[in-house]
């Protein structure tokens, strides 16, 4: 499990089954967004990997993300892989669903949810 | 003191560098009007969301110069006026994909605000209801 | 952005009506100046307390005008300036139960503040450090 | 038991043996602690009064209610009453403690501590 804390955003990533899950928590903006890229572009990576962000320890996030899991959705399925959100509510689930972000990229309640097959 | 004895005009003002760290500033004063205008928890949301993203795209425009956040207690709510100055940094008119999202979100966060583009100065200008 | 990287005077500014309802913008407006400079938790609640000192005060004594806040990085951490205008309230120099606790907490906070009042201008100064 | 909200602060009273306790939930700054005084005023009555001023949730306090504390001191022991706190924490307890208020008014922790002879 790594851990990344630039005092405004805590980012840790752990194994769940065939996916790697990033939890997120702090605010995410356009100054703590490329933080959380940096780690996205990190996770994926080798053979079709799966990529689930955790947003339940997020309580505002703004649309300086979104382009970010956007690609980030697209170069996940390009090698096979997948992007999905987990613990989407409050601030994030608005940002998400306003946008039309929310058609796009699968959520799921909670991590253990996420397919496995 | 509640909106309704507000003095109609009064003003609270921000200033801050162009600058991504200083965005977060812009909410925690958005979140002190929301008490001070005793806006209700939906609508105080609503505005530090829009104020992050009015803030986040006058940053990505531009380089150097100042944000300046004003809100004025008006009808219904509140009157918010956002002028960013600085050099614009794209000239070409093409827009990022984050630059599209945020005006999505702003027309739908504040239906009926107002862009003012020129070369160096940005005003943004909506008016905040009840969410 | 940590302390280490803002930028040496750079300048966050609030400007309020004089009225206590307004007060909490102030705290709300040092919660975000900490976080944007990086301060300790427990420099961000002096930063909070003395900026809601230095604002009662000068409401208490001024009716009319306004109230500026600068926060400039500077050494060790920030300079922080308010400035409020308006006509005096106390012409006789009493000071209130409450102002006398004031002055003593601000000078506990902020060792060195600095208090400059005229008829229609009060600017109290101080630079923070580590609580 | 009676319960102020002003949407900033709210306050409500209980009675425990000889003591009414004022519980605050909320800042307690120049804005809002008018509308302490103005509760502490009411229960303030009657022969020897006993008032307790349970500030375990106040988040936030400055300067503004202590003179208020001070002269509601002083008009409870004028009537052969006290005045008390209760869970002074944080900043509450930064505040009473750099003005010197804490060695004039007693501070318990807990209602339950209040001596009740
Ligand atoms: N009055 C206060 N006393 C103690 N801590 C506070 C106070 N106000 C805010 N904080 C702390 O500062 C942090 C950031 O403040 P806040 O103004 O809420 O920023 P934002 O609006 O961006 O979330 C909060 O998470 C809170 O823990
Ligand atoms: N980003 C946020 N998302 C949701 N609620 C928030 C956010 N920031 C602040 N709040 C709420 O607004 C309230 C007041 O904000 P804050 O800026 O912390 O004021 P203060 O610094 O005076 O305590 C907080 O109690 C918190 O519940």
């Known amino acids: 499990m790594a851990e990344t804390d630039d005092m405004d955003l805590t980012l840790e990533d752990q194994t769940l089954g065939s996916w790697s899950i990033l939890s997120v928590a702090g605010e995410l903006d356009m100054h703590t967004s490329p933080a959380l890229q940096e780690r996205l572009e990190a996770l994926s990576v080798g053979d079709s990997p799966r990529v689930a962000v955790d947003l339940s320890a997020v309580p505002f996030m703004d649309s300086s993300s979104l382009g970010m899991l956007v690609a980030n959705l697209k170069r996940l399925q390009e090698r096979g892989g997948e992007l999905a959100l987990v613990g989407v509510t409050g601030s994030p689930q608005k940002v998400l669903s306003i946008t039309g972000i929310d058609r796009v990229i699968p959520a799921y309640g909670a991590a253990s949810e996420l397919p496995q097959d | ?131």
């Open chain 2, 1 to 131: 003191m509640s909106l309704a004895e507000a003095t109609s005009g009064e003003r609270l003002s921000l200033e801050i560098p162009p600058d991504p760290a200083h965005i977060v500033t812009a909410r925690s004063f958005a979140s002190g009007v929301a008490r001070s205008l005793g806006l209700d928890d939906e609508t105080a949301d609503l505005l530090r969301l829009a104020l992050s993203e009015v803030c986040s795209e006058a940053i990505e425009q531009r380089r150097g110069g100042r944000i300046v956040v004003d809100v004025s207690a008006d009808t219904p709510l509140a009157r918010v006026t956002v002028v960013a100055t600085g050099v614009r940094r794209d000239q070409t008119g093409n827009h990022s994909i984050e630059a599209t999202f945020r005006r999505s979100l702003i027309e739908a966060l504040a239906p009926g605000a107002t862009f003012d583009e020129q070369q160096e100065r940005l005003t943004v200008s909506f008016t905040l209801s009840a969410a």
